[in-house]
């Protein structure tokens, strides 16, 4: 990374765009989103678990909002029925095109380019993955991983190792951010205690739930060679009735 250059990144657990009052708003999602106005956003639950399993948001809102992109992982979940679903989406006028892999997304402004990307199965009882983008912000090149961890001790352990291997086993060298929700309670114990001196955690704050935060199950994990220069948990009154988490956000530089 460029000398002096910072990068704003932030994670959202966005619950389906469902809000703690049970009402289903996309719109409020995105509102929060800009209001956080971060380079890179991380998203978790980003996709409806049911039906054609497409974006909580839709891409045209997104599009339409104006300020950001999804980054194009080119993957959809197996579905039965899959060669009608264009057809039935023009027939129902409905966009079941989803944005992540299982639910995990990432949205970058528009200014910053692609250089790759990926998805992981991670090893789970329950369907679980994670996302990585390689992506360039002016002349810095960065990765960024979005993950959303087991609900279980053990199996975020195994899937916190595995993101890291799969990472390391990556053709580029390049700093890495890994953000999500990560599930775990426990500060410096767990899966965070896996993560080892080549990563810090960046100190964001409790971020649930949001009408009471508490436990600060989010979290962004950064490379030693990226320095933190401040960090936080996003708490607007739109954030607070959006979803159940709160959003986390950290700003970045050599």
Known sequence: MSTGAQITVASYNMRKAVGTDRKRDPHRVLDVIHEIDADIVALQEADKRVGGRGSAVPLQLIADYGLYKPVPLGVRHKRALEPMRK???????????NIGWHGN???????????????LELPTLEPRGA?????????????????HLDISGLWRRRQI??????????????????????NEWRTLAGCLKDIGPDFHIA??????HARRPVAALDRIIVHRDLNIEA???????????ASDHLPIWARVSA
């Not at 057809?87 to 095109?97: E, F, G, V």
């Not at 997304?105 to 998805?119: F, P, Q, R, T």
């Not at 960090?231 to 009735?241: D, E, L, N, P």
């Open 87 to 97: 057809h039935a989406d023009k027939l129902l006028k409905l966009d079941t095109r």
């Open 161 to 182: 190792r595995f993101i890291l291997d799969a990472v390391a086993a990556r053709s580029q060298p390049m700093p890495t951010i890994l953000m999500g929700d990560t």
């Open 231 to 241: 960090a936080g948990v996003h708490m607007s009154a739109s954030a607070r009735r």
């Open 203 to 208: 100190p964001t704050g409790p971020s649930f």
């Open 105 to 119: 997304a990432i949205l970058v402004k528009h200014h910053i380019g692609v250089l790759d990307c990926d998805v």
């Open 131 to 147: 996302v990585i983008a390689e992506l360039l912000v002016g002349d810095t090149a960065i990765r960024v991983v979005g993950m």
